[in-house]
Nanobody
């Protein structure tokens, strides 16, 4: 089970750290991905951390505002978002896979999502 937290209503320019805590599994053995879905839009890949600790970036996250990290002792993955923009408003989901990479359909396990709303 994956449980996201840390979302909320923030102002443009603020930072947020989202958390994804797992129970019943060990995240260090999985690719962990963050995805987001804005109203009326398709779910899109943001960034992932692989089992070996590598990072996979998207066109969104490659610009450097998104940082993914993992705390194996806490069985938790984090997504730090800096300099938030109104276009970052979305529901953010974490997902787990043996080898999901950046492909949502390869992730069988999903959290319920956490809402991030950025006001101007």
């Amino acid at each position: 089970q994956l449980v996201e937290s840390g979302g909320g209503l923030v102002q443009a320019g603020d930072s947020l750290r989202l958390s994804c805590a797992a129970s019943g599994s060990t995240l260090s053995t999985c690719d962990m991905g963050w995805f987001r879905q804005a109203p009326g839009q398709e779910r899109e890949f943001v960034v992932a951390i692989t089992r070996s600790g590598g990072r996979i970036y998207s066109t969104v996250s490659v610009k450097g505002r998104f940082t993914i990290s993992r705390d194996n002792a806490k069985n938790t993955v984090y997504l730090q978002i800096d300099s938030l923009k109104t276009e970052d408003t979305a529901v953010y989901y974490c997902a787990a896979s043996i080898n999901g990479g950046s492909t949502a359909s390869l992730y069988p396990y999903w959290g319920q999502g956490t809402q991030v709303t950025v006001s101007s």
